[in-house]
T-cell receptor, first 115, second 110 residues
Framework: GAVVSQHPSRVICKSGTSVKIECRSL??????MFWYRQFPKQSLMLMAT?????????EQGVEKDKFLINHASLTLSTLTVTSAHPEDSSFYIC???????????FGPGTRLTVT | TQLLEQSPQFLSIQEGENLTVYCNSS?????LQWYRQEPGEGPVLLVT?????EVKKLKRLTFQFGDARKDSSLHITAAQPGDTGLYLC??????????FGSGTKLNVKP
């Protein structure tokens, strides 16, 4: 149990275009999902907390108009990187909060490369 | 500023050796988790500790939560090449947000 998927696993896009990343909890309902960004050889940086049916809560320094988050159902959250630039290239990982409040389960990540 | 500091940052050891990774903070956490992450993949949850002084064992891995719930350690006995990866600790105050440590990159050589 507690499986989280992400799609796509890798995406290459041109500068100025938008990219959507999906995060799904496959065998449980997740009222809360988190979006993280990870730079090479570094730890995870929380970008935003996504709650089903309400607006996402963004961390300080994260542009909400650039990183659009939608949590339309209990099993799906999406992150859209709008007007992508090369500096947005990174590894984006989502996680879903499990049945026990203090646990979260991670997706396999999405490698975004902006050329 | 990192809320959770891990040490060491890098560790390269021979198969069969023992090692300990530390996760320290000046803050008190409600619970703390340990994860292992392999390149190009998401972190995988290893354990959650919630009680001060708690010790949990997972085969050759032993996890301890400090009495004051500010720190934790991960001890691996007789390390194997399959233990290679990035080890991350993460703490939470109110279960609404998780703060990740700086990470420890472990390489176990055969």
């Amino acid at each position: 149990g507690a499986v989280v998927s992400q799609h796509p696993s890798r995406v290459i896009c041109k500068s100025g275009t938008s990219v959507k990343i999906e995060c799904r909890s496959l065998d449980f309902q997740a009222t809360t999902m988190f979006w993280y960004r990870q730079f090479p050889k570094q730890s995870l940086m929380l970008m935003a907390t996504s709650n089903e049916g309400s607006k996402a809560t963004y961390e300080q320094g994260v542009e909400k108009d650039k990183f659009l988050i939608n949590h339309a159902s209990l099993t799906l959250s999406t992150l859209t990187v709008t007007s992508a630039h090369p500096e947005d290239s990174s590894f984006y990982i989502c996680s879903a909060k499990g049945r026990r409040a203090y646990e979260q389960y991670f997706g396999p990540g999405t490698r975004l490369t902006v050329t | 500023t990192q809320l959770l500091e891990q040490s060491p940052q890098f560790l390269s050891i021979q198969e069969g050796e023992n090692l300990t990774v530390y996760c320290n903070s000046s803050s008190v956490f409600s619970s703390l988790q340990w994860y292992r992450q392999e390149p190009g993949e998401g972190p995988v949850l290893l354990v959650t500790v919630v009680t001060g002084g708690e010790v949990k064992k997972l085969k050759r891995l032993t996890f301890q939560f400090g009495d004051a719930r500010k720190d934790s350690s991960l001890h691996i006995t007789a390390a194997q090449p399959g233990d290679t990866g990035l080890y991350l600790c993460a703490g939470t105050y109110n279960f609404n947000k998780f703060y990740f440590g700086s990470g420890t990159k472990l390489n176990v050589k055969p």
